[in-house]
């Protein structure tokens, strides 16, 4: 039997890794769409390079489009200036260029999203 979602709309904070901690819209049907869709424009420009790192690319590419998505504060997170720094869009594709944020992320929030579990981390 699938259990039916509620329609709750709670952001919830997810802890990236020590000191640094997120907090995240809900996962939506349209925002994995559109990362999915993210994701295909990366196999779609690869396919004629068949460049071996293509499905890593296009994973990054979707879990970036949801970061962009979900992320709408931050905690830890500080610019070149040791000032704490705003949420942005560049922001954010910073924070997932940094590994322990990005597999953070990764684990705490899309695979969650993709698997259907409604874990959260607050």
Known sequence: MI????????????DLFPGVRVRVRPHTVAAII????????????DEANADPQTGAKATS????????????????????DDL???VTLDGIDALMSVWPAYDGFERLYV?????????KNG
């Open 84 to 86: 704490p720094a705003e």
């Open 111 to 119: 695979g969650p999203a993709l698997s259907g579990e409604a874990e």
């Open 34 to 45: 559109v990362a999915r869709a993210d994701a295909g424009k990366v196999f779609r420009a």
């Open 3 to 14: 259990r039916l979602p509620s329609a709750s709309n709670d952001v919830v904070w997810i």
């Open 61 to 80: 590419a979707m879990v970036r489009s949801l970061a962009r998505f979900a992320i709408i504060e931050w905690e830890g997170v500080g610019g070149e």
